[in-house]
């Protein structure tokens, strides 16, 4: 088992930054890579971006060079840097792992204001 725990959300204006934070704990060895995904109010969950992990990432299209995803493996825990922010960002971001995902956190509330 593989326990999540996502932190940094909240309210934010448009062209501001936010950091997410993914605490993961427990048989942490069985993961190969940790994702966000995001699902906005009547949407489906989308990926957002990937992290293996050797390090390799990848991006959906609406976030690629604005969301920088990364990981502290001394802390177990993943970052996704959200920069330049738009109100079609708003949604609750989930932490998942591994790749397909198995383990869920329970989200956190991004909203931003125009």
């Known amino acids: 088992q593989v326990q999540l725990v996502e932190s940094g959300g909240g309210l934010v204006q448009a062209g501001g930054s936010l950091r997410l934070s993914c605490a993961a704990s427990?048989?942490?060895?069985?993961?190969?890579?940790m994702q966000w995904f995001r699902q906005a109010p009547g949407k489906q969950r989308e990926l957002v971006a990937i992290i293996t992990r050797g390090g390799n990432t990848n991006y959906a299209g609406a976030v690629k060079g604005r969301f920088t995803i990364s990981r502290d493996n001394a802390k177990n825990t993943v970052y996704l840097q959200m920069s330049s922010l738009k109100p079609e960002d708003t949604a609750v971001y989930y932490c998942?792992?591994?790749?397909?995902?198995?383990?869920w956190g329970q989200g956190t509330q991004v909203t931003v204001s125009s």
């Open positions: 427990g048989s942490i060895f069985s993961i190969n890579a």
């Open positions: 998942a792992a591994p790749n397909p995902p198995r383990f």
